[in-house]
Antibody
């Protein structure tokens, strides 16, 4: 099971940190993804972190602004989001990587960037 | 970036009918394609990976096929719970992992 939290309403230019708590599987056996979905839109991959955290990848749309990290001792995944724009408004899902497909998804947490 | 184009955008069918969804890649991606189902208000669910392998717990009425640039998801006999939006996703050339725009299967 994956449970996201941290979504909120934030002003343009602001920052937000999302979290994802994992349970029911051996967290450090799996890569983890963040995927987002703007209202009424399709799915957009955001970021991937390998099981150890040694390799990290981002979509061009968030590179340099978002930082993914994980704490395997706490079975948790994070996404630090800076310099937010209205284009970042979306439902953010964390998903378990298998490793490059997403086989377990959380319910998501909503980020709204608005003045 | 590999662009995935799904067609049709909407498929109107009756329960019991066969649904055939298409996903076309902008370049050859081997068999590195997955299909997901998303119902309103729910997270996506993995149905098929590597073009034709059903994920754990997925009913046999869901089948995937294709390779290279052309892929299909077939639902042989739509059940009421199958009316949803379906997305394809490639893992051949990344980052980024890319998704298609989705096909909505609606009740006729």
């Amino acid at each position: 099971q994956l449970v996201e939290s941290g979504g909120a309403v934030v002003q343009p230019g602001g920052s937000l940190r999302l979290s994802c708590e994992a349970s029911g599987f051996t967290f450090d056996d799996f890569a983890m993804h963040w995927v987002r979905q703007a209202p009424g839109r399709g799915l957009e991959w955001v970021s991937l972190i390998t099981w150890s955290g040694s390799d990290i990848y981002y979509a061009d749309s968030v590179k340099g602004r978002f930082t993914i990290s994980r704490d395997n001792t706490k079975n948790s995944l994070s996404l630090q989001m800076n310099s937010l724009t209205t284009e970042d408004s979306a439902l953010y899902y964390c998903a378990r990587g298998s490793p490059h497909f997403m086989d377990v998804w959380g319910k998501g947490t909503t980020v709204t960037v608005s003045s | 970036e590999v662009v995935l184009t799904q067609s049709p955008a909407t498929l109107s069918l009756s329960p019991g009918e066969r649904a055939t969804l298409s996903c076309r890649a902008s370049q050859s991606i081997g068999k590195y394609l997955a299909w997901y189902q998303q119902k309103p208000g729910q997270a996506p669910r993995l149905l098929i990976d590597d073009a034709s392998t059903r994920a754990t717990g997925i009913p046999a009425r869901f089948s995937g096929g294709g390779s290279g640039t052309d892929f299909t998801l077939t639902i042989s006999g739509l059940e009421p719970e199958d009316f949803a939006v379906y997305y394809c996703q490639q893992r051949y050339k990344w980052p980024p992992f890319t998704f298609g725009g989705g096909t909505k299967v609606e009740i006729k």
